[in-house]
């Protein structure tokens, strides 16, 4: 029974005239066939799941689904455990910024003696003068205004 | 059309692939969903021409089919068993494919539906093909999603699509865009670490989902379970209800979940001033 479903229906796909006839007039196409009234009806009621069922397979495939949960990196877990490890995190990062936190300033030290070397050692100097300078007139001119 | 009169044609378009066989190739292909006549005609070129054939397909009609086409036809599915961890299901998979590769064959791997599309062998055995120095490609096939955009008459254009797989979906709070088209695949296995034959979503889980698609979406809004059609003489599977009645439905685990966009926002008047300029 389930072969001559079987070789209807792939009939059916590789014979797209077949096919059209069928959807047209299905009774007259499946009286040209040797299938039982039993395997007539199946094919006539179009429901995909009857006739794998018929065609001796399975009613789904569910081992072939992809299991996100289930790859190789992410290890199975119910959906609540993932929430814990969740919170984990931020504690481990907090410490993984520090680290870079305190490389930076090291950093930055040497960047601010290249250039002394290169040019004179009074650059710098006049550069925070005249930053704090600006600061000063900032901050009075702010107070002016307000008083 | 038949396979043999479109053979002639696919040939002469694959070209892609270095013609040096002695270091081996590798090329992915998608049956599609519907048997037969989603196959496209590269894809079948491949599978018939390929000194290797492996394939991983859904119903033993298709293969029957692929068996006619390549008598080297060798399906992946006893990789499968219940209770075998998927990913060294995956791994042995992956390395069947890659053994006559290294040996300097042409191989063919045919999957159901696309072959990048929730199918994690199909993506990897081409990285690792890569990485070895073999050619390797994918070519795409008519996948579910491909399948319920003709089904239902959407355009991903209009309003734009998000996709996401149920169970990652809920598990990571992913944000969406009620405004667009959400796609949920798998919803009948949510939250299944393994799946069985003829399971279906569990009503609780079905709940979980709800209450979080409440936060974005009235209780009336339709939804759409929907189920592309594997042969051509069937039709597709197509569900509709609401939210609210979406935990009372009996959902098979490869059923989509297509759930429409609610009305369009305002477009931003900055960006509508751009149409006028010249």
Redesign the interface.
Known sequence: MSERL?QF??G?????ER?KR??ADPHSELAQTDLSPEERDI?LR???DV??EA??????????????????PAK????GK?RKPATRPPAKRTPAKKAPAKKAPAKKAPAKKAPAKKGSAKRPAVAKRGARKTARKSTRKGTGRRR | MPPGGSSRAGGGACNALPPARSRGSLVIVGTGISLVVHTTVEALWHMQHAERLFYLVTNAITEDWIRTLNPTGTSLQDCYAEGKPRHQTYEEMIERMLGPVREGKDVCAAFYGHPGVFAWPGQEVIRRARTEGYAARMLPGVSTEDCLFADLGVDPGADGCQHFEATDFLALGRRFDSSSSLILWQVGALGEPSVRPGMTCRPERLRLLVSRLRKSYPARHPVILYKASQFSICDAVIRETTLAKLPREVIPVMATMYVPPLPRRRPDPRVLRWMHES
């Open positions: 079987r229906v792939l059916m796909a590789t014979d797209l096919a069928f959807s094919i179009r429901d995909p006739l794998r065609a001796g397979m399975p009613l789904n495939d569910p081992l072939s689904l992809e299991l996100f949960f289930e790859k190789p199975p877990a119910t959906p993932p």
